[in-house]
């Protein structure tokens, strides 16, 4: 499906989205009527996933597989997602990395890595789309992905809490240079969520479920509504926002070692 072959629509690129809550957001997002460029690093990931969202939504998603944190990557996913679908109107960063470790013993190779994928795909991928979302003159959103870690202190994560805290800054910076465009810029906060990763980590959801206010961790489509509603029309006065989404953790805070 390329460019001369489509009418006017909407189209989202969305970064680390093979699994858990990335992939969840491409799913409702096609469910919608969006055209989603589906990315992830691992191939095999990137066509499973695209695939099974076609299945349901056919010729609404592409993968394009790569690594979110290298730039030059980025513009071309960035350049193919225009090439496929015709434009470019929302930009979901969703590609992150967790290194745990102790702050006194901590690898300086560890922070670079989360610093790398985090921080600069995040902001490279945030500069691109909006030179494309400009250049059509058509306005469009961005969503950074944040965490409660950005907001309290956990154990053994203090470059990662660190890394997220810094994006929710960046969406409130990006406000004064992209409104006279029509961008608006969010982030999103998740809580402890069960995906097919932390589905895998002993006691996880017994131990999320007992700590969380509202009585369970969240679940990707949880988060993907969200998300959803940030970048839609209906949220285009909303910008410069961070929304925590935890079923209440950030409240009491509770630490799941205890």
Not at 80 to 93: K, M, P, Q, R
Not at 207 to 230: C, N, Q
Request: some cysteine; proline content about 4%; overall charge neutral.
């Amino acid at each position: 499906m390329k460019a001369q072959d489509k009418p006017a629509h909407q189209v989202a690129l969305v970064t680390g989205a093979g699994t858990g809550i990335g992939y969840e957001i491409c799913r409702l997002l096609a469910s919608r009527g969006i055209y989603v460029m589906l990315n992830d690093l691992k191939q095999e990931l990137t066509v499973t996933a695209s695939a099974r969202i076609n299945e349901e939504f056919p010729g609404f998603c592409k993968g394009f597989a790569g690594d979110a944190s290298n730039t030059g990557f980025i513009t071309r996913l960035v350049n193919e997602t225009v090439s496929e679908f015709g434009s470019l109107n929302i930009a979901v960063a969703n590609a992150g990395i967790t290194v745990f470790g102790e702050f006194l013993t901590y690898k300086e190779a560890d922070f670079n890595k989360v610093l790398q994928l985090n921080l600069v795909g995040s902001f490279f991928l945030a500069q691109a789309a909006s030179k494309q979302m400009i250049a059509q003159n058509s306005g469009g959103s961005l969503l950074f992905m944040s965490s409660v870690t950005g907001h309290q202190a956990h154990k053994n994560l203090a470059a990662y809490g660190m890394s997220k805290a810094a994006l929710e800054m960046l969406a409130k910076t990006l406000v004064l240079e992209l409104s006279p465009h029509r961008i608006n810029v969010n982030a999103i906060a998740p809580g402890a969520t069960i995906t097919e990763r932390t589905a895998k980590e002993e006691g996880y959801e017994k131990t999320w479920s007992r700590i969380t206010p509202m009585g369970k961790p969240a679940h990707p489509e949880d988060i993907a509504e969200a998300v959803a509603f940030l970048v839609s029309p209906r949220a285009r006065h909303i910008t410069g926002q961070s929304l925590v989404i935890d079923g209440g953790w950030t409240a009491t805070s509770p630490s799941p070692y205890e």
